[in-house]
Structures are given as C-alpha cells and as structure tokens.
C-alpha cells in the first residue's frame, strides 16, 4: 500500500480551491478500490479552505455508502487542528448524504440567521 503524498497530488504546499481536494480525492478513491484502504500524508502540507477539504471528502458517502470512512482511511502527518478540520468535513458530507432535506433546511437556516 502505498502512502499518498497531498502536497505532491497538488504540487503545492497550500489547499485552496476544491479542484485540488478533488484531485486528492481521485487518489484516495483509486488506492481504496485498488488496496482497500488509503493512507494520506499531509506532510510538508497546510489545509487552507473549506473548499479544498470538500473536494475531498464531499463524494466519500456516496462513493463509499455504509462503510467506515475510519477503516478506508488513515490521515497522517497532520496536525490536530487540520484533522479536526477533515473530520468536520466528513461529518458534515455524511449528514447531508443521508439526510438531504433536513441538511438544505438547516444551511439555509444558518445563513438566514447570520448574514
């Protein structure tokens, strides 16, 4: 199995856009279905935005429905706050998969209230 590197995935140290996170996720997919199980480094690598963590993680419960994210994946290299962050984001990916209606009403909710 080999260890993905995301900073040589997106041949840069920073993750901005989700074009970037989709492209990690592509990897992560491919080594999954290949070894049945990724391992992802995120050494020498700083998570920017939110739409970089959604490019990859957004598709994970729909690709992989009813598994567990925590025995498909293994993230390391990372610092506390950025795994916090990724899953945050997985958590939030496998709400609104499973509960669409319920996710969009609560969003919109959100940004009623706040802007």
Do not use: H
């Not at 700083?46 to 994970?60: A, Q, Y």
Request: aromatic residues 14%; charged residues 30%; glycine residues 6%.
């Amino acid at each position: 199995m080999n260890k993905l590197n995301v900073r040589q995935i997106v041949n840069d140290g920073m993750g901005v856009m989700s074009t970037d996170g989709k492209k990690v996720y592509a990897e992560i997919k491919r080594e999954i279905e290949k070894n049945g199980k990724a391992i992802v480094s995120f050494k020498d690598f700083e998570i920017v935005t939110g739409n970089f963590l959604n490019g990859i993680v957004w598709k994970f419960p729909e690709d992989f429905n009813g598994k567990n994210i925590n025995d498909l994946i293994e993230f390391v290299d990372i610092s506390d706050g950025n795994r916090k962050l990724i899953c945050s984001a997985l958590r939030d990916a496998e709400l609104c998969y499973r509960y669409p209606k319920e996710y969009e009403e609560i969003m919109n909710q959100f940004w009623e209230e706040f802007y």
